[in-house]
């Protein structure tokens, strides 16, 4: 029997192991040298002013939200078509995510829906760019413009992605970036606020770090004196060196991997073409990141079933996502009507991840190609 092919995986070499290897034989191996050098790598990688590392895409999410410091029951319109930390951060920090219907084509937000979703609570946008695609960004900012809106992006698909030969990083007021595993690039758990505002970019640096206003760096050694002040609520959300070290090693890869990416996503798309499952559409203006490869089956298969019968072959196929409404602690809180989301749902109910990461072998493709194939016959 074949081995299984997940549906994402890292990639990491003897060089990023290296790197690690000489932080943790070093001084620092928590706040050292390390986190400024990505840090200043990545916000030159993405052409944006400022970057804040984190230890996760979801505290990144929480951070950029918190330094907003918005009223509590503000209003965040956003999309359920996203993993659940998105709309997650927008409650812990005592707001309401408010979910607006996706795009059929992109599975992105829906712009024109979110105009009908504003009222004089909504204060902010947090839209997610689905499996590497950017959103309507210009659309996006008009309404956010015409309304006085602040944007955050979650950009946890989308390193590495462009919009209008721009890469997606500095479009919104804030934009957050996930480094776990399956990820484009990985530090174990990580994640990344970029932003060019400096008042912004002040506060995530107290909010990573129970908000003190004083970096650790800057409170050692002979002529340092004790003193910090806390300014704002905050928790330790910091990432340790030796995983920025495998996070400067890693973005060194970024093009490449992003080429393997779209490599396996086109070979996908051409193989599938004339098959009836339907293949992602791409927009014109933007690369895309590929994230994820995800088909649309048709009417006359069962996804759960087809679901069982790729696990069964041993290929890592996944759905992304239960809409984030579906899951019980929204349910039994919250009156959202699944009827109100009909793009969403007919998405969710048709979808199918399929495997995409940069080490997959074309063997490895030519073999999902194939289990595709096989287990959509299997229901004709
Ligand atoms: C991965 C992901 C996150 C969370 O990132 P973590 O690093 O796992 O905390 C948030 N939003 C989306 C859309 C993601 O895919």
Not at 62 to 77: N, R, T, V
Not at 292 to 315: A, E, G, H
Request: net charge positive; charged share 30%.
């Amino acid at each position: 029997m074949s081995d299984y092919i997940p549906y994402g995986l890292h990639w990491i070499d003897d060089e990023d192991i290296k790197e690690v290897i000489k932080v943790l034989r070093g001084k620092w191996i928590a706040t050292g040298p390390k986190i400024k050098e990505f840090e200043d790598v990545f916000a030159k990688y993405i052409g944006c002013k400022y970057a804040v590392s984190v230890s996760s895409g979801t505290s990144a999410l929480d951070i950029a939200i918190a330094s907003l410091d918005l009223k509590k029951d503000s209003e965040i319109i956003t999309t359920p078509f996203t993993f659940v930390a998105t709309s997650n951060m927008i409650l812990l920090n005592g707001l309401k995510p408010v979910f607006v219907d996706i795009k059929p084509d992109t599975y992105n937000i829906n712009p024109d829906e979110i105009e009908k979703k504003i009222t004089n609570k909504t204060k902010a946008i947090l839209y997610m760019d689905y499996a590497g695609q950017p959103c309507d960004i210009d659309e996006i900012k008009r309404i956010a413009k015409e309304h006085g809106l602040y944007l955050i992006e979650d950009a946890a698909h989308a390193l590495g992605a462009e919009y209008k030969n721009r890469k997606v990083g500095c479009f919104a007021d804030l934009t957050c970036f996930s480094f776990y595993p399956v990820k484009h690039i990985t530090t174990g758990e990580g994640g990344m606020v970029t932003t060019n505002n400096e008042d912004l970019y002040k506060k995530l640096l107290m909010l990573r770090n129970h908000g003190i206003d004083k970096p650790t760096s800057e409170r050692f050694g002979s002529k340092a004196f004790y003193a910090y002040d806390m300014k704002l609520l905050g928790k330790n959300y910091r990432i340790t060196d030796f995983q920025c070290a495998l996070g400067i090693s890693q973005l060194k890869k970024l093009e490449n991997f992003l080429k393997l990416r779209e490599n396996i996503a086109s070979t996908y798309s051409k193989e599938f073409k004339n098959d009836d499952v339907k293949t992602p559409d791409v927009k014109q203006n933007i690369r895309h990141a590929w994230h994820l490869y995800t088909l649309l089956l048709p009417d006359r298969v069962d996804r759960d079933k087809f679901f069982s019968l790729m696990r069964s072959r041993n290929i890592g196929v996944n759905v992304h996502y239960t809409p984030v409404y579906r899951h019980s602690y929204y349910r039994e809180r919250y009156t959202i009507k699944s009827s109100d989301f009909p793009v969403t749902e007919d998405i969710f109910k048709r979808t199918i991840t399929i495997p995409i990461f940069p080490r997959m072998t074309k063997e490895q493709v030519n073999k999902v190609i194939s289990e595709v194939r096989s287990a959509s016959r299997n229901q004709a």
